[in-house]
């Protein structure tokens, strides 16, 4: 494909990685976020910073956003943001965030009844996969948006999933991934807190299990966070309360019980009630060692 005008509004994280990478592939970038040092940094990366999103939304082929919520999704492109007016008919609209399927849909819908085309893309991978470019995507859209998006795809991830064309499907995997992911994580707090209680060598404990069948992505991800003391946030507890209650609400809407998610989700608002909701979110092992009141960390060799 051509190499499209591109715009992003979300330039966090997970956005300002996303958008370095589209600007390594040779595409022009707009980008607009509420926090001016973002803007500032797309700049420097050869990026255009907006002042608005509405500027952000003008002329441009391909419209990502990366923002928190669906809220924000919805008021970015009708609400205050208003890139509705300020997009070119038949631009595709491609939503990154996590968002609930029900919620997809419902955007998605209003997108394409605006004349535009509209990408359900949520990403996994976080912040190394999207500095790195090599996030996976899970997308559902028409055969027209995934060819205008074709140059972004491959500028952002390693695997990109095509699994249909409804809006909300991408976000159905995603949601549905993300319980995994949530109850996984806090799996592996509680391993190590019990460890930690019960004598064991937490570096030795977590050499075993990451090696043996108990072992998870997320584990061997985390814990090296959690033994070293070091909660910077690469992800954070909150974001995790958020997608894990996506997956209730989900699970509530599908008639579907998710009692080891709602335990999880329980584990991470008590550790975001603790204070540490923006700290990374391995964090959540700070709930259990205020239970036990042994640290992971110091009971390492």
Same mark, same amino acid.
């Given at each position: 494909?051509?190499?499209?005008?591109?715009?992003?509004?979300?330039?966090?994280?997970?956005?300002?990685?996303?958008?370095?990478?589209?600007?390594?592939?040779?595409?022009?970038?707009?980008?607009?976020?509420?926090?001016?040092?973002?803007?500032?940094?797309?700049?420097?990366?050869?990026?255009?910073?907006?002042?608005?999103?509405?500027?952000?939304?003008?002329?441009?082929?391909?419209?990502?956003?990366?923002?928190?919520?669906?809220?924000?999704?919805?008021?970015?492109?009708?609400?205050?943001?208003?890139?509705?007016?300020?997009?070119?008919?038949?631009?595709?609209?491609?939503?990154?965030?996590?968002?609930?399927?029900?919620?997809?849909?419902?955007?998605?819908?209003?997108?394409?009844?605006?004349?535009?085309?509209?990408?359900?893309?949520?990403?996994?991978?976080?912040?190394?996969?999207?500095?790195? @470019?090599?996030?996976? =995507?899970?997308? &559902?859209?028409?055969?027209?948006?995934? !060819? +205008?998006?074709? $140059? *972004?795809l491959k500028a952002i991830?390693?695997?990109?999933?095509?699994?249909?064309?409804?809006?909300?499907?991408?976000?159905?995997?995603?949601?549905?991934?993300?319980?995994?992911?949530?109850?996984?994580?806090?799996?592996?707090?509680?391993?190590?807190?019990?460890?930690?209680?019960?004598?064991?060598?937490?570096?030795?404990?977590?050499?075993?299990?990451?090696?043996?069948?108990?072992?998870?992505w997320m584990m061997t991800?985390?814990?090296?966070?959690?033994?070293?003391?070091?909660?910077?946030?690469?992800?954070?507890?909150?974001?995790?309360?958020?997608?894990?209650?996506?997956?209730?609400?989900?699970?509530?809407?599908?008639?579907?019980?998710?009692?080891?998610?709602?335990?999880?989700?329980?584990m991470l608002l008590a550790?975001?009630?603790? @204070?540490?909701?923006? =700290?990374?979110? &391995?964090?959540?092992?700070?709930?259990? !060692? +205020?239970?036990? $009141? *042994?640290?992971?960390?110091?009971?390492?060799?």
């Amino acid at each position: 494909m051509s190499k499209h005008q591109v715009g992003l509004v979300g330039l966090g994280s997970m956005g300002m990685g996303m958008a370095k990478n589209i600007l390594n592939a040779g595409f022009s970038l707009k980008g607009y976020d509420i926090f001016e040092p973002a803007k500032s940094a797309l700049a420097t990366a050869g990026g255009t910073a907006t002042n608005s999103v509405a500027e952000a939304a003008l002329d441009v082929d391909v419209f990502l956003l990366m923002v928190v919520n669906a809220a924000q999704a919805e008021d970015v492109i009708f609400g205050s943001g208003n890139a509705v007016t300020a997009l070119k008919p038949g631009a595709t609209v491609m939503l990154c965030s996590t968002v609930a399927p029900s919620d997809a849909k419902a955007l998605g819908e209003r997108v394409l009844a605006a004349g535009l085309e509209f990408l359900d893309a949520p990403v996994s991978g976080g912040k190394v996969g999207a500095e790195t @470019g090599t996030l996976t =995507l899970m997308c &559902s859209g028409s055969d027209a948006s995934f !060819e +205008a998006a074709d $140059g *972004v795809l491959k500028a952002i991830s390693k695997v990109v999933h095509k699994l249909g064309t409804e809006p909300g499907l991408g976000a159905t995997y995603k949601v549905v991934h993300q319980l995994a992911a949530g109850v996984h994580l806090v799996a592996a707090a509680e391993l190590m807190a019990l460890g930690a209680k019960a004598g064991c060598d937490s570096s030795k404990l977590f050499e075993i299990v990451s090696q043996s069948a108990g072992a998870s992505w997320m584990m061997t991800d985390r814990v090296p966070h959690i033994l070293d003391d070091d909660f910077a946030p690469r992800s954070m507890v909150d974001i995790f309360i958020k997608d894990l209650g996506l997956v209730l609400q989900t699970g509530k809407e599908n008639t579907v019980p998710l009692p080891l998610s709602a335990a999880a989700h329980q584990m991470l608002l008590a550790a975001s009630g603790m @204070g540490h909701g923006k =700290l990374d979110d &391995s964090a959540v092992v700070k709930a259990y !060692e +205020a239970m036990t $009141g *042994v640290s992971v960390a110091s009971s390492r060799s």
